[in-house]
């Protein structure tokens, strides 16, 4: 279930880096993840490079159910 009320647009420069973030998450690719967030211009200068891999993959994590969740922690 999508909730559109928690939509928003993203101007293309806000888009590409998100992209370059979530391809990657997907490739495990911590160096990129960390640039994309330097390319949002994210102030996390004191945050190491895995941590802010940490961070983004925690914001773009599978939700599911609060029970479900919480087997699995």
Same mark, same amino acid.
């Given at each position: 279930?999508? %909730? @559109?009320g928690l939509t928003k647009r993203l101007s293309l420069e806000?888009? #590409?880096p998100l992209? =370059?973030?979530c391809i990657g998450l997907?490739? @495990?690719n911590v160096a990129a993840v960390a640039r994309?967030? %330097?390319?949002? %211009?994210? =102030?996390l200068d004191s945050m190491t #490079?895995?941590? =802010?891999?940490r961070l983004v993959e925690f914001l773009l994590r599978d939700t599911a159910p609060a029970k479900?969740?919480?087997e699995k922690v």
């Open positions: 279930m999508l %909730d @559109f806000q888009r #590409t992209a =370059k973030a997907a490739s @495990f994309a967030l %330097d390319d949002l %211009d994210y =102030k #490079t895995i941590e =802010k891999y479900e969740t919480h």
